[in-house]
């Protein structure tokens, strides 16, 4: 493979596969190799190796923050806050003969019926950032913004989109659109926290719970 006119080899590089397979093959300077790849849009130029363009710059001064990113990034701290909705009730009794501790009451031991109230609203919580994610999405469409950060990441984890999303953004808008993915680490800082304080007041809860209901004299 020469370059006409100099007899040259042209740069190493992705170029049409020579041999009719209708997709990409590398060729590494001298040879063609056996590593293929497909082709990036039918037609695709002969004379020259297949790059990602580059994403086009933004206007000076186009907003790149919407009402919708903020939603992702914040909705997350619910899920630390409504744990303290639940309160089990860890309720223990002895045997007659002292044998055994039995639980008196199972649905009491996840919290009551506010436990099945709070995990319907997670679910609806996570579909609200899903949605928030996707109109977000939409919306940098319409600004300008070229092949923004999927918003099907948000399923993944509720922090993945605004990290992404700040990838993407930072490069196009000059460096601009940090302070969501910054956000959205410390509300997750923040959740984390706070299930490990639920979970510890849980903790001291059973062990008070017990305690209270050991024979006397044990």
């Known amino acids: 493979m020469t370059h006409a006119g100099d007899g040259s ?3 190493p590089g992705w170029y049409p596969d020579p041999y ?12 063609w190799s056996e590593q293929l790849a497909p082709a990036p849009y039918p037609g695709a130029s002969s004379g020259a190796p297949y790059v990602t363009p580059e994403r086009r710059q933004l206007p000076p001064g186009t907003p790149v923050y919407t009402v919708w990113i903020w939603l992702v990034a914040l909705l997350p701290l619910l899920v630390g806050i409504e744990l303290f909705l639940i309160h089990p009730q860890l309720g223990f009794r002895v045997t007659p003969d002292g044998s055994a501790v039995m639980n008196r009451d ?4 996840l919290g009551g019926p506010i436990y099945f109230v709070v995990i319907a609203f997670s679910w609806l919580l996570q579909a609200a950032i899903v949605v928030s994610a996707w109109l977000d999405y939409r919306e940098l469409g319409r600004r300008g913004v070229d092949r923004p950060f999927h918003w099907a990441w948000a399923f993944l984890a509720t922090v993945a989109y605004p990290i992404g ?10 460096g601009r659109g940090a302070a969501p993915m910054w956000v959205s680490i410390a509300v997750a800082a923040v959740t984390i926290v706070l299930a490990m304080i639920w979970s510890a007041m849980l903790i001291t809860q059973m062990l008070d719970t017990v305690i209270q209901n050991l024979p006397v004299g044990a």
Not at 20 to 31: A, E, F, K, M, P
Not at 165 to 174: E, K, L, Q, S
């Open 165 to 174: 999303r700040t990838v993407i953004v930072r490069r196009v808008a000059g």
């Open 106 to 109: 199972p649905i009491a031991m």
């Open 20 to 31: 009719g397979s209708g997709v990409l093959r590398w060729w590494d300077g001298i040879r």
């Open 9 to 11: 080899a042209p740069a």
